[in-house]
């Protein structure tokens, strides 16, 4: 039996006399060095605009009363096209020259969730995570099967050249020769060399490009959603904490708590960051507050990177120990603001 699937029947919000929002949206773009310095203005306008749009895609799904769930799914669907973000087209490259794609989403009032890892031919890696969680009695699928079941799911599938870009091309070819490990073939299916000329940070850069998304819809549910290529010359069937709830995704109505974390996936799958910042705010601490002290803690133990954490407020919470992480936010109470650069408001 299926796991109950979210209702997202669209319901035309109540008027609201305060200024708490009726729903809000906050997503990220993957955390790490990210400096002002190291990206030119084209680079730094490209993502800001990039970001919108997926704040768009969302805002648009919560605007006419929809359901977190679907608007996390389109603000991340975007983010996975999108070449300049590390999930769907853009992902990192593993050691043998593949993408592989994981990906995850939890529904906060009745718990329900479904992640994928190791895919390699479905497109938006969030949506069979979707499928996962309502189409079938699991939670995780893995590598062809889950491919697979994203297929007979109706969902689109490609070549996997499609998901293969220069840039990221080029950053698996610089981390072997750095590493001494061999060199795969570039795969017979991508375009030519110089075929792709994309807005790309240098290849210096130590970033997470992971996307996620969450919110809190008009019926006052909350949703997180995340996904991911993983980290650049993986090997072995590496899966980070991206698709493994409780690690890198999770939501909870009861605890008030959706967050997606962005970072070195093996450090906040050690400290179960996204279910501890649940855990905080179900003992009673702000989101600010509660995720603030999770990455304290993951970075005690040398973890890098960030988290988006929505409450049953509508006030997102950030929190980083990376000089940046690509985020923004937009409520029915606030237009869309996107950051960057850790000092960013
Ligand atoms: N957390 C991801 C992973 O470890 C990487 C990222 O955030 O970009 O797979």
């Not at 043998?96 to 718990?111: C, F, S, T, Y």
């Not at 290529?229 to 698709?243: L, S």
Request: proline letters at 7%; a negative charge.
């Amino acid at each position: 039996m299926a796991q109950t699937p979210a209702q997202t029947q669209p319901r035309t919000p109540a008027p609201t006399t305060t200024d708490a929002p009726r729903w809000s949206l906050a997503i990220h773009g993957g955390a790490g060095v990210i400096e002002r310095a190291g990206l030119t203005p084209e680079q730094d306008g490209a993502y800001r605009a990039s970001l919108n749009r997926a704040l768009a895609a969302g805002a648009a799904v919560l605007e006419s009363g929809g359901a977190a769930l679907d608007a996390v799914q389109a603000a991340v669907q975007v983010m996975e096209d999108d070449p300049l973000f590390n999930a769907g087209r853009g992902a990192v490259f593993t050691a043998a020259g593949r993408n592989e794609l994981d990906a995850a989403v939890m529904n906060g009032p009745d718990l329900t969730a479904g992640a994928v890892a190791g895919l390699t031919t479905t497109r938006h890696p969030i949506a069979a995570a979707r499928a996962v969680m309502e189409q079938s009695p699991h939670v995780m699928l893995i590598g062809p099967g889950a491919d697979a079941f994203a297929a007979q799911a109706g969902l689109e599938q490609v070549d996997p050249a499609f998901f293969f870009t220069e840039r990221r091309w080029r950053g698996l070819i610089k981390a072997l020769t750095e590493a001494g490990l061999p060199l795969p073939e570039r795969p017979a299916a991508a375009p030519a060399p110089g075929a792709q000329a994309a807005v790309a940070p240098p290849l210096n850069e130590k970033k997470f490009g992971t996307v996620g998304a969450v919110a809190l819809d008009s019926q006052g549910r909350l949703a997180a959603a995340t996904s991911t290529g993983g980290m650049t010359a993986k090997r072995w069937g590496r899966v980070g904490d991206v698709p493994v709830i409780d690690a890198g995704t999770y939501a909870s109505n009861r605890d008030g708590c959706a967050v997606s974390a962005t970072g070195s996936g093996e450090y906040f799958i050690r400290s179960t960051v996204a279910r501890d910042i649940c855990r905080r705010t179900a003992d009673g601490a702000t989101v600010q507050t509660a995720a603030e002290a999770e990455i304290a803690d993951v970075g005690s133990i040398g973890g890098d990177g960030g988290v988006i954490v929505m409450g049953l407020t509508g006030t997102p919470a950030f929190a980083m120990n990376t000089s940046g992480m690509y985020r923004g936010a937009v409520s029915s109470a606030a237009p869309a603001h996107v950051a960057i650069y850790a000092d960013e408001p």
